[in-house]
């Protein structure tokens, strides 16, 4: 992809469809952001409202201590409380919160009670091994029901969720757990993927082998194969659960609007992983707002973002919002394409899905299979449709409108990051479109396109993309670390006190923000955040790398892809079979995503005098390009 294709230029208008655009929530875009940035908090208060609090909370925004801004200060909440148990005592309680099917076609339903009912046994059998209130607990699992239980029983007991993707391998887990300093493990003993089984357990047991501050290790059953069980520290969850303590009710613990609700590792441009920290009360108002707004779910909707819940998509979108809005959710375990190219139309289809919200690189996977597979099955259930992850191509926009949507349901391309807890940049239903762009910020978010010095880029001039105001939704720090909260965030401009996100971005002269790409050492395979840093260690980790770079290549495709080059020790010969043992070794020690599609053996690498790796000029020299100005240039 080339960034031609999102420029301006290039973009046409898709208008509103009358029924969606007449239906929604929001029908005056204008008016409500004007309003909303008139005075935010209190319109942030007024959506706060919305929701149950135990205790209200005394200050909308606290910035005395900026840029670790305080949200709903002095309030008690949980947000466990809003997802579930205030659904308990109103009809919805049985209601089907969850609609679930695994890759091999079985499946499972949970009602609102049902959810509740099994996190609170969840919840007291977590009691029983020690959790509670500010504890840190690791999740390892595949996309099943399990999962997300697992995280509303830390959430309700007061405990702090990390959940680490599944994609991740050994050494990638091992970090997180010991950042996070989590005593207990939750993992299953796989996960069917593309009709094989993923190993999670033996993943885990070599993380644990490396973290010795595990204690405990929870283990669902999924796959049913064998599996090592080390004694005194492994338990099943289905033992577990049938001790006799473990009963159907548990107190939801009394938080702090700011206390913390999960840590999301992401990727940033040091090796170490990021712990993004989120709190209850703010990022309850900002994930429930944002999705009833953009995606306007109803009762009567079946939601389906395809999404692992290991993501902060999934966080937000699969677990929290969705529940605290009573919607119906629909989740599926494995890949789109098993055991055919139509899976994912079939369960549109077969679950009577109305809004479906996924990636641009799955798009382009599906789409490379011809709209037959889509044209087989019944898709006018669908009313909404949705993508993020990275900028959706026009190309694909339009496939995705035409034939998974039947040209009537609108494409909304929602702009955020972990950092962000929910859409920044994202269209509502009754504004008009233009394929490839997110378009306008979300009323209350004061989102601008700026230069160095911090002035406001003319239309369809590149710049930064940062936001000028804090919005409920925000990270709180990076656990552990506050200087590099504030270096990452908040420096750049710190006598604005704005926040950069590490995009660059356009805006055009009808207002609408074209996001271009980071601007920082992150990549983005298949949507996946990446950091160089992070693949470069895993490369240097064999004996065999002495040195190592890693660059984003466009991928028609996955968007980008890594290439490596590698400095190898004296003596050693780079040949096709150490490429093939490099591969395996960063499949082994970061996880599959990770695994570069090209390793090149190198003699140097392009350096500034001050030993930095040119990661532009090696760019441009692998795409054969002009490699610009090289005066920085060691030698
Ligand atoms: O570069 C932007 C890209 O994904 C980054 C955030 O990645 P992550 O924290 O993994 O969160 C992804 C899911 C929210 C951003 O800095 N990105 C995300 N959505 C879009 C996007 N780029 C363009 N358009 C989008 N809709």
Redesign the pocket.
Known sequence: MTDEQFTPAASEWVYPDPDAAGSARIRDYEATYARAMEDIEAFWAERAATLDWYEPWGQVLDRSDAPFFRWFSGGKTNIVLNALDRHIDTPRRNKLALIWEGEPGDRQTFSFWELWQETNRYANLLKGLGVGKGDRVTIYMGRTPELMIAMLACVKLGAVHSVVYGGFSEQALADRIDDAQSRVLITSDGAWLRGKVVRLKDIADEAVSKSPVVETVVVARRTGHEVHMEPGRDYWLHDLLAQPHVKTVCETEVMDAEDPLFILY?SGTTGKPKGVLHTHGGYQVYTSTTLSWVFDVRDEDVWWCAADPG???GHSYIVYAPLILGATSFMYEGAPTYPYPDRWWKLVADYGITILYTAPTAIRGLMRFGEAWPARHDLSSLRLLG??????NPEAWRWYHRHIGGGRCPVM???????TGGFMIAPVPSVGLKPGS?TRPFPGIDVDVVDEEGRTCAANEDGYLVVKQPWPGMLRTVYGDPDRYVDQYWNAYRDQGWYL???SARRDEDGYIW?I??IDDVI?VSGY?LGTAEVESGLVSHAAVAEAAVIGLPDELRGSTIHASCILVDGVAGDASLEQELRNHVRREVGPIAVPSQIVFVEALPKTRSGKIMRRVLKARVQGLPEGDLSTLED
């Open positions: 992401t993501w902060i998509t993508s993020v992850g990275e900028p959706i391309d929602t702009w955020w990051q972990t950092e997110a996100a590490g995009d996001v790409g980071r983005k955040r």
